[in-house]
Nanobody
């Protein structure tokens, strides 16, 4: 059974930092591209950052470039999202996603990030 478990969310003041983690089990982690998405109420889920299976290539939403960094540790089966200089508009539920093919796509259950003074 595949599981993706996110952690690290919470409440932080504007300008602060958080590091999200997503631990995978039940799959060959090193074969999966990993990404982080976020969603707020009434809006579609949007891609925040993505990373290839070998960690060689990344992609970021324009709104987070220069502030967020995605990384992975294949030995720990974990993907991270380091979020710096957080803004109120970064408030959302953050989800990790593992993709190997159309038939091998998995989502975590999400972790809430709230940026507020």
């Amino acid at each position: 059974q595949v599981q993706l478990v996110e952690s690290g969310g919470g409440v932080v003041q504007p300008g602060g930092s958080l590091r999200l983690s997503c631990v995978a089990s039940g799959l060959t982690f090193s074969r999966y591209a990993m990404s982080w998405y976020r969603q707020t109420t009434g809006k579609e889920r949007e891609l925040v950052a993505a990373l290839t299976s070998d960690g060689g290539s990344t992609n970021y939403a324009d709104s987070v470039k220069g502030r967020f960094t995605i990384s992975r540790d294949n030995a720990k089966k974990t993907v991270y999202l380091q979020m710096n200089s957080l803004k109120p508009e970064d408030t959302a539920v953050y989800y990790c996603k593992a993709v190997r093919s159309v038939y091998n796509t998995y989502w975590g259950q999400g972790t809430q990030v709230t940026v507020s003074s």
